[in-house]
């Protein structure tokens, strides 16, 4: 079993700056098969990122993902009012898949 | 338009049972790897179960022998039954296609979620 730690557990940061959120796993991640999405309240979450560095269908430019192995980040360049939500990592490509246990990013 | 709908959550005593329905449009769930998603007040995601296109089944160990996931082609439809219901079982209970021609366990689309309360 993969765990996922992610980092930092709340961020807070204004609109138009930059954040960094980042994953841990406990062991190297194949294939980079390391995925990111968004929750916000009461809804269900959404695909970001896949493959550690490709953007889902419709996702913005300002959400980048990078890493490999056990380390990975997603940066969102540029802070827009919707963005503040709470973001998970998933490592996939077999089942069981595992999650992280969120980043909140809040409104400073 | 791909879209997913569940239905039949509620409250439930403890070693009760609820069949939770999910509804597909734009796809065909028979054609697709289908899993449950579930999340706990306040808490993360957890994986519950995966139905794949040919028929197999998977289970998380936490409720491996509780819970069985089918399918209805004929409604286009996916199940999540579960018995003997347990407190920690409570969460918003999703159904989520995995994305197609990508490696397993990737959802790229999900539904609104309902929410399972088990309590006395």
């Known amino acids: 079993e993969i765990v996922l730690t992610q980092s930092p557990g709340t961020l807070s940061l204004s609109p138009g700056e930059r954040a960094t959120l980042s994953c841990r796993a406990s062991?190297?991640?194949?294939?980079?098969?390391l995925a990111w999405y968004q929750q916000k309240p009461g809804q269900a979450p959404r695909l970001l990122i896949y493959?550690?560095?490709s953007r889902a269908t419709g996702i913005p430019d300002r959400f980048s993902g990078s890493g490999s192995g056990t380390d990975f980040t997603l940066t969102i360049s540029r802070l827009e009012p919707e963005d503040f939500a709470v973001y998970y990592c998933?490592?996939?490509?077999?089942?069981?898949?595992?999650f992280g246990q969120g980043t909140k990013l809040e409104i400073k | 338009e791909v879209q997913l709908v569940e239905s039949g959550g509620g409250l439930v005593q403890p070693g009760g049972s609820l069949r939770l329905s999910c509804a597909a449009s734009?796809?065909?769930?028979?054609?697709?790897?289908m899993s449950w998603v579930r999340q706990a007040p306040g808490k993360g995601l957890e994986w519950v179960s995966v139905?794949?296109?040919?028929?197999?089944?998977y289970y998380a160990d936490s409720v491996k022998g509780r819970f069985t996931i089918s399918r209805d082609n004929s409604k286009n439809t996916l199940y999540l039954q579960m018995n003997s219901l347990r407190a920690e079982d409570t969460a918003v209970y999703y159904c989520?296609?995995?994305?197609?021609?990508?490696?397993?366990?990737?959802?790229?689309?999900w539904g609104q979620g309902t929410l399972v309360t088990v309590s006395s």
């Open positions: 734009g796809f065909t769930v028979s054609s697709n790897y």
């Open positions: 139905i794949y296109s040919g028929g197999s089944t």
């Open positions: 989520a296609r995995e994305a197609t021609y990508q490696p397993e366990a990737l959802f790229d689309y």
């Open positions: 493959g550690a560095s």
């Open positions: 062991q190297s991640v194949s294939s980079s098969y």
């Open positions: 998933q490592q996939y490509g077999s089942s069981p898949s595992f």
